[in-house]
């Protein structure tokens, strides 16, 4: 916390707005589709949340296909089982470790031509970085497939100055603990569409129909995020850039005082934007380093620093292994090579020096 958020959380005690819904609840929302410069936006309760609603009203269901990223957190893919519909894992390119276009492209004309085309495609932006939107819009749009942008990790960075999450029909993003701005737990959906975003409101609200007694006609979620958490959040707008400069300069620290070793490589930063290094990754080729990564986390954690291996893949995961997928042997070898350091915004330069001793201890 930067500080700046308790004086938003005690106006929403000074006037009693303690509720899923109040001034602040609107305010955030006005200030973070101002940030990503998208027209509309929903605060709710999880990106999670925010990622089941876009999906819903993008008008996925039971046995619909949705292309989205094999290298990911579960979260990305939850929602689209939560809908009944089936996930269809698509690897990753080495440049940006984002969906691959060309087998974006390749795995639609192929559903295209087996009749059955996808119903969405769910880019994932990594680890801070966005994916390569241009190519994979194009094709999503010459066959009129909707694009929901899974942005919960890439808030602050740019495509090209274009914030993810505001190519497709709709983004998300997510304030969980651990993410670069936090609310405790929290998320928002953006979109263009006025009425994609109004009928997220309302899904989120349980479904009232607008009318005095209580009166349904579908069926709603309780997902909306709290007036007082919504304060925190606008706190953290205001330090957005400020963590991303943190973030950006542990990666650079890393760069310098690591890049040397043999077998060493981080994740890099592509040419169409700004990578916000929410998380440092670096890869470790055993073959010319003398070690690999899980002895180097091992060797971190008997430091109590704890480090952990880049996302296991979805396509294997026991609960993911029955579905489809077009490739997956890029993403596998980021998961047995890749490591993330600690990246906190907070770390000093004697926590980063510890962790780069250890680091070249193990090699
Ligand atoms: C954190 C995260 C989510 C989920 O966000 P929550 O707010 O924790 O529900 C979704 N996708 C990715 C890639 C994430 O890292």
Redo the contacts with the bound molecule.
């Keep these: 916390m930067s500080g700046r958020e308790q004086q938003y959380v005690q106006e929403a005690f000074a006037t009693n707005w303690i509720a899923p819904l109040g001034p602040h609840v609107d305010a955030f929302e006005q200030e973070f589709a101002a940030l990503v410069g998208s027209r509309h936006a929903a605060a709710l ?7 089941h609603l876009a999906l819903l009203l993008a008008g996925v269901g039971a046995g619909d296909d949705v292309l989205v ?1 094999t290298l ?5 893919v939850n929602p689209i089982v939560y809908l009944g519909a089936r996930p269809v894992f698509v690897d990753s390119e080495p440049t940006s470790w984002n969906l691959d276009p060309a087998l974006v492209s390749a795995t639609i004309e192929r559903k295209v031509r087996q009749g059955k085309p996808p119903k969405a495609v769910v880019p ?3 680890y801070g970085q966005s994916a390569d939107m241009h190519p994979i819009m194009a094709v999503c749009e010459r066959y009129g497939i909707p694009v929901i942008e ?4 890439a808030l602050g960075s740019d495509y090209h100055g274009k914030a993810p999450g505001t190519f497709g029909k709709a983004g ?5 603990g ?2 670069i701005i936090t609310t405790s ?3 928002m959906l953006v979109s263009d569409d006025a009425d994609f975003v109004a009928h997220a409101r309302k899904l989120a609200t349980q479904a009232r129909d607008p009318a005095p007694h209580y009166q349904h006609s579908e069926i709603g979620y309780n997902y909306r995020l709290s007036n007082v958490l919504a304060g925190i959040g606008r706190g953290q707008l205001q330090v957005l850039e400020e963590r991303v400069v943190a973030r950006r300069r542990n990666c650079a620290f890393y760069q310098q005082a690591l890049g040397d070793l043999p077998g060493i490589a981080f994740m890099p930063e592509a040419s169409w934007g700004r990578h916000t290094r929410w998380l440092t990754v670096i890869t470790i080729d055993p073959a010319q380093s003398g070690t690999d990564r899980e002895a180097i986390r091992v060797a971190l954690e008997a430091e109590n620093i704890e480090a952990r291996p880049v ?1 296991k893949p979805m396509h294997l995961q026991p609960i993911f292994e029955r579905y489809e997928r077009s490739g997956g042997s890029v993403a596998e070898a980021f998961f047995r090579d890749g490591l993330c350091l600690p990246s906190g915004s907070n770390l000093s330069e004697e926590d980063l020096e510890r962790v780069v001793a250890v680091v070249r201890r193990g090699f």
């Design positions: 309760s999880s990106g999670t949340a925010a990622l990223s990911t957190f579960s979260a990305s994932v932006h990594l899974d942005a919960a990790e998300i993003y997510s304030f969980n651990n993410k737990g929290g998320g996302w």
